[in-house]
């Protein structure tokens, strides 16, 4: 597994709403492949199970699962799984 990979999911907690709390979901990375320029990550979400997001070498931006672009892993992560940004915080 890539360490950018492991960097990219270290950063990112979640705050509790009532359905998720951290006791009960952690941020994982179920699969990494390094392609040359691009990481692309299969992530654990807490409500729909999994998503993919990327993380751009050159530009070094991370895509969500939409193609949208985010300066950060916790912006990637909250779009693609569908999360509020105020149940995101970095560490």
């Known amino acids: 597994m890539s360490i950018l990979a492991n960097i990219a999911l270290a950063t990112i907690s ?4 009532g359905s ?3 006791d009960d979901f952690e ?3 179920l699969r990494a492949s390094d392609n040359g320029l691009v990481v692309e990550m299969v992530i654990s979400c ?5 998503g993919i997001m990327h993380f751009d070498k050159i530009s070094n931006v991370f895509l969500d699962g939409r193609n949208k672009t ?3 892993a916790s912006g990637a992560y909250s779009s693609t799984c569908g999360l509020s940004r105020g149940q995101i915080v970095s560490k």
């Open 46 to 50: 807490p409500h729909d199970g999994f």
């Open 70 to 72: 985010h300066n950060t």
């Open 20 to 22: 998720v709390s951290n």
């Open 27 to 29: 941020p994982k990375i």
């Open 14 to 17: 979640l705050i509790p709403d």
